[in-house]
């Protein structure tokens, strides 16, 4: 690692972990939990501190770099190439097709029907799951258990409400 001549090694690893901090939790997607992304970001920064410019302030370049490099992984690997397809390719991995709650149907009245489902699951489910709940619908990685547990709990509370 490169160090500017105003700063020490600690001092640089602290502003890599604030900018770090700052900008790593903007990135969430398929697949990766907070923590991975925080390591392959403090990868990234270390990388990019060979070609830190000392006229620069070091946060303002830490957080350009980071950013940029985190935009361009999501690009090259979540979006197609090809000109007749240009929308996303990779769909939220935690709720296969056929055990997905919210479809996200296209007329009015299903739309107000999931929304319906929503509330009835969101005061039914037992307070230790709503955690895992909620990062099985923002597609945030949750263990295959685990989430076999909070998927099972949310069919029952549909059945009971007549939605099986």
């Known amino acids: 690692m490169i160090i500017p001549p ?3 090694e600690q001092q640089v690893i602290d502003e890599i972990n604030l900018v770090i901090n700052k900008i790593a939790p903007k990135y969430t997607f398929y697949g990766y939990e907070i923590s991975d992304i925080k390591q392959e970001s403090f990868m ?18 830490l957080s350009v770099h980071l950013s940029n490099r985190l935009k361009n992984f999501i ?4 979006f197609s190439r090809g000109e007749e397809d240009k929308r996303r ?3 939220p991995g935690q709720l296969a097709n056929e055990q997905s709650v919210v479809d996200g149907g296209s007329s009015h009245e299903t739309a107000l029907d999931y929304k319906n489902m929503s509330g009835i699951i969101s005061l039914k489910l037992p307070a230790d799951m709503r955690a895992d ?5 923002n597609d945030v990685y949750v263990n295959k ?3 076999e547990e909070v ?3 949310v ?6 409400h007549g939605y099986a």
């Open 6 to 8: 105003n700063m020490t």
């Open 44 to 61: 990234i920064c270390m990388d990019a501190m060979q070609r830190y410019d000392h006229n620069r302030p070091l946060e303002n370049f």
């Open 75 to 78: 690009r090259d690997n979540y």
């Open 89 to 91: 390719i990779v769909l």
């Open 133 to 137: 709940y909620l990062k099985i619908v």
């Open 145 to 147: 258990k685990r989430k």
């Open 151 to 153: 998927l099972d709990t």
């Open 155 to 160: 069919y029952e509370i549909l059945e009971e």
